[in-house]
């Protein structure tokens, strides 16, 4: 039977040599390795689940009256998308279920990338010959981040409106060309025009995960080529030798195994753990917001960071240069996403490393980079726990104030102490491994010392 | 993690009740190593299998029964244990019945010196016959850049980018009344202080950002609106509702009931508490605020309702390049 069908495929395609060699392909094995394919999977879920809700999502903020089983909202006047989502999650048969899913899906789809971002920065696997497959992870990342606000911004209950409208905000802030930009993606001022749930819609569906996915293709095609990085630990491993598991048998149970628990998971946590229980909030009108609100925690570090800062406009003569939102929505993820893409090329120019790299650093081993890495860590974490200080104010009563002077004072010292703490850790356990050796080589001579003057 | 991982392992070899055996002689004949059968663990896969049919068949039964109370807890339970049953018995397969195999193989090279120099040629052959390189290079990126722009061109019909004017709309004038959100009139007397209302103008659309008013009563020497004297109705105030900052509606109100800590009546922005001085024509008291909240001049007419008395001070929305040089219009 395998027979015949490996026949018959290599008949029409030609394609015998090919997997033949693909079965043999080597995947070093690293727990760390995995959460790239986590990503991978989330995106399929969230593929597949989101099929299913376009099936019955209406992409229209035409007003309507709401006449559902949901009696609380009973009369209320909404728009058509904001109806139709309270029905997928109310009258569609296993609507909710997906709904939820999707929603999970991208919290860990983000959640797994900025992971994966990690081990790749603090191992050095973006090092040369791997900078594009780097660049491409980044590139998705954004992207991510921007298909996670449009998705929940088509929901159009109040807490997306409101994310919606800082959006709008966050774009008009842009110097000299913003109201003009946003004028033009929007069709009109905020709340837009009749045409901007279909272009959202559109985007969403269709523009974003078709990107997204061409990128993932390009990115892994670039992994294979250049095969996986992998680390030292193996005394085979080697800059011009892999040592891996073969694609066949050994890591197609796994991977598929990896992709049925991730779903698994993700599904479990759609049934039986609530997100984004979008009737309770209600329907957005431009007039209505609410106290406490917080968007998905991916987006927590851009609220965090227009909660800092302080109250001015960048003004010449009555000319706004400069509105206010610009430094935490634009220039703060500029500066981040900026740093990501511009610290390969800045690491060479600092270490003169053009090297070829197969195998990866350990944190300890390039010290500048984890300390560096670290401090942005830190940075963006202040920034994003900042971002809650309204909750906490609503919960605990703790001064707002209070709270946004310490914020604003920590994401200026901490990244500093925190890089240098990471930079020392760094030397200190390159220390203890050079006293380890030294002293195992030390033995080791006495050994053979001894074992010579004995008889 | 991988600690983790090793004790789940160890833990399912235990229940599976015996221990790892590798084939001592590896057959040079074959590609894959072999491995000795392990019927515990095929038991195990199997019996794995059968948990995720089961759990498959369970989500089509609930999904099929309308009278199963919380259907969406229990799809997902039953579609999550078939994938996660699924996924346990892939695992086992691929960790205890396939031979564990750790090949060792060579990175691809580095460069292919021969092949690049073989494509540089054969680009550089096909080409040498034409005189005027450069300028028909020069031809080709130009018509590719105008062919680009041609491309691009349809997305303007996206929205107006010039339309500047669209900012400054706003649905006052002077004499439109003040109605609450379901259409009725507000009338001066049903003003009291230390409440809020959200007011509209009579018979506009609501959604505009020009259109919802906060309205609050001040005891009048309580007042010190400056440049905006006047502007109040015996005590009546009334703000765009709409954050100068980023275009949230400013939603709360902060009645000065505790003296020492909020010493002032104060409207907030939930988004980033952007705060307004009610008493003080808006001006910004705390938060990322660039500018006052825009001010609608009132006034009371003969029969008691509250009126428009002019439009905004300044440009309603959050903030933008023009928003200082520019005057709302009606």
């Known amino acids: ?455 | 993690m991988a600690k983790a991982k090793d004790w789940l392992l160890s833990g399912l070899v235990l229940l599976l009740g015996r221990g790892r055996r590798h084939a001592s002689h590896p057959d040079p004949r074959r590609i894959v190593k072999k491995r000795i059968p392990r019927p515990g663990a095929e038991l195990a896969a199997l019996g794995l299998l059968a948990l995720s049919s089961l759990s498959a068949i369970a989500f089509v039964v609930v999904y099929a029964v309308d009278r199963i109370p919380w259907d969406t807890q229990l799809l997902g339970l039953a579609l999550g244990f078939a994938l996660v049953f699924f996924a346990t018995a892939l695992i086992v397969i691929g960790k205890e019945l396939v031979p564990e195999e750790e090949l060792v193989d060579e990175y691809p090279p580095a460069e292919h010196p021969a092949e690049q120099a073989a494509i540089v040629e054969t680009v550089d052959e096909a080409v040498d016959g034409i005189t005027r390189r450069r300028l028909l290079k020069l031809g080709l990126l130009g018509t590719g850049g105008a062919l680009a722009l041609a491309a691009i061109t349809p997305a303007l019909s996206f929205g107006p980018a010039l339309k500047i004017k669209a900012f400054l709309e706003t649905p006052w004038r002077r004499g439109r009344r003040l109605v609450d959100e379901s259409g009725r009139l507000y009338r001066a007397d049903e003003i009291e202080e230390g409440s809020f209302y959200t007011a509209f103008p009579e018979g506009a659309d609501k959604e505009q950002l020009g259109a919802p008013l906060v309205v609050v009563r001040i005891p009048k020497r309580q007042l010190d609106l400056g440049e905006m004297t006047g502007y109040d109705a015996e005590g009546i105030v009334a703000y765009s509702a709409i954050c100068t900052h980023a275009g949230c509606a400013v939603s709360m109100y902060r009645v000065p009931t505790f003296r020492p800590v909020e010493p002032r009546p104060a409207l907030v922005c939930p988004c980033h508490y952007s705060t307004f001085d009610v008493a003080r024509a808006g001006e910004v008291l705390y938060g990322p605020a660039g500018r006052r909240l825009p001010m609608l001049p009132l006034r009371i007419d003969g029969r008691g309702f509250i009126r428009a008395d002019g439009n905004f001070n300044d440009v309603v929305g959050p903030t933008w390049w023009g928003t200082r040089m520019k005057e709302p219009r009606p």
Request: charged fraction near 15%.
């Open chain 1, 1 to 455: 039977m395998i027979a015949r069908t490996v026949r018959w495929v290599d008949r029409r395609t030609a394609s015998a040599p090919l997997l033949r060699k693909t079965l043999r392909y080597l995947f070093p094995d690293h727990w760390s390795f995995l959460l790239g394919e986590v990503a991978l999977y989330a995106f399929i879920v969230l593929v597949a689940t989101g099929i299913y809700l376009t099936f019955f999502f209406v992409d229209s903020t035409r007003e309507v009256v709401y006449h559902g089983p949901y009696t609380p909202l009973q009369g209320q006047h909404m728009s058509e998308a904001y109806r139709s989502v309270l029905n997928i999650s109310t009258t569609v048969k296993a609507g909710l279920l997906i709904r939820q899913t999707h929603h999970w899906a991208a919290n860990i789809f983000l959640a797994s990338i900025i992971l994966h971002l990690f081990r790749v920065f603090f191992t050095g696997a973006y090092r040369k010959p791997r900078e594009l497959t780097y660049f491409l992870g980044v590139t998705m990342l954004v992207l991510a981040l921007l298909e996670g606000y449009i998705g929940y911004s088509l929901v159009d209950d109040l807490l997306s409106g409101m994310g919606l409208a800082i959006g709008y905000s966050v774009g008009l802030s842009f110097p000299f060309v913003g109201a003009n930009v946003m004028e033009w993606l929007f069709g009109a001022p905020f709340p837009g025009a009749e045409s901007l749930w279909p272009r959202m819609y559109v985007a969403h569906v269709f523009l974003f995960p078709v990107l997204i996915g061409t990128l993932l293709t390009v990115h892994l095609l670039l992994v294979v080529m250049r095969h996986h990085t992998q680390f030292r630990q193996k005394r085979a491993a080697t800059e011009h030798a892999i040592v891996g598991v073969p694609t066949w048998p050994g890591q197609v149970p796994r991977s598929l195994g990896l992709l049925a628990a991730v779903a698994g998971v993700l599904f479990l946590l759609g049934g039986l753990v609530q997100i984004n229980p979008i009737w309770l909030w209600g329907p957005y009108h431009t007039y209505l917001s609410t106290n406490g609100a917080q968007p998905d925690w991916y987006l927590g570090w851009l609220i965090g960071a227009l909660r800092l800062v302080p109250g001015f406009d960048v003004v010449i003569g009555n000319y706004t240069l400069v509105p206010n939102p610009f430094w935490g929505g634009v220039l703060f993820p500029l500066v981040v996403i900026g740093f990501l893409y511009f610290w390969p090329w800045f690491e060479r120019r600092v270490s003169g490393d053009l090297a070829y790299h197969n195998l990866l650093d350990r944190p300890r081993d390039a010290p500048l980079r984890t300390a560096v890495g670290f401090g942005m860590v830190v940075w963006v974490i202040l920034v994003f726990v900042a971002g809650s200080s309204d909750r906490v104010t609503v919960l605990f009563g703790l001064s707002y104030t209070g709270q946004i002077w310490f914020y604003r004072v920590a994401s200026i010292v901490g990244p500093i102490v925190g890089g240098l703490i990471a930079y020392r850790v760094c030397r200190e356990l390159q220390a203890g491994e050079t006293v380890e050796k030294d002293r195992h080589r030390a033995e080791v001579e006495a050994r053979l010392a001894g074992m010579q003057t004995e008889p």
